[in-house]
């Protein structure tokens, strides 16, 4: 089976840094995915994984350590529009996507 | 059409009821999948496609089919309609089911089964 784990939310100041941790239990990896969901609307592709390390792309960067079962997002220069939810996802043996249950960030000026 | 597209956009329906959700996809993509989305319970996989003519089950199948006559269309059916299939369905697709590419979604179907 798989056991993903993240926070269910989070709440930051607009231009603050804020990091969702994610910890997962797989059978096989092959990959592991964050994706950005903002309410009423379909998740969209944030960042992918699958070697050890930081993955940089703007002002979001990802880390995964495949040993630990652990990923985190990086959220930097905070946003109003980043108020949304980040959705950790990890494609098993299977190479089936597996979701956490998603994290609810909220930016407050 | 641009990307993936799901209709209806929302749906109330009858329990009993049959009902058939429609997804279209106009990239080339081979595979296809079909999510629900549940308050603290995350998307969880359905059915899903590898390629056209070929079908399998997700984690949660019971009470859906699909079916996959070619490249662009994935219909969800839901052959007798229940209370505790209310959610909001996703479909999505990628280029391979097993590369580095990710799935794309399409904007989702809000159903309530009454």
């Known amino acids: 089976g798989q056991n993903i784990d993240q926070p269910t939310e989070m709440t930051a100041t607009e231009g603050a840094i804020v990091q969702i941790n994610c910890t997962y239990q797989?059978?096989?990896?092959?990959?592991l995915f964050w994706y950005q969901q903002h309410a009423g609307e379909a998740p969209t592709f944030l960042s992918y994984n699958v070697l050890d390390g930081l993955e940089e792309k703007g002002r979001f960067s990802s880390f995964l350590s495949r040993s630990k079962g652990y990923s985190y997002l990086l959220l930097k220069e905070l946003q109003m529009k980043d108020s949304a939810s980040y959705l950790c996802a990890v494609r098993g043996g299977d190479y089936k996507l597996s979701f956490g249950a998603g994290t609810t960030v909220t930016v407050r000026a | 059409i641009a990307g993936i597209t799901q209709a209806p956009t929302s749906q109330i329906l009858a329990a009993g009821r049959r009902m058939t959700l429609r997804c279209t996809q106009d990239?080339?993509?081979?595979?296809m999948y079909w999510y629900r989305q549940d308050l603290g319970l995350g998307l969880r996989l359905i059915h899903y496609?590898?390629?056209?003519?070929?079908?399998g089950k997700g984690e949660v199948p019971d009470g859906y089919s699909v079916s996959r006559a070619n490249t662009d269309d994935f219909p969800l059916t839901l052959a007798s309609a229940v209370p505790s299939q209310t959610s909001v369905y996703f479909c999505?697709?990628?280029?391979?089911?097993?590369?580095?590419?990710?799935?794309?979604f399409g904007p989702g179907t809000r159903l309530l089964v009454l």
């Open positions: 496609s590898n390629t056209a003519g070929t079908t």
């Open positions: 797989t059978s096989g990896f092959n990959g």
């Open positions: 999505a697709s990628s280029d391979e089911a097993g590369g580095p590419e990710t799935q794309y």
């Open positions: 990239m080339r993509h081979n595979a």
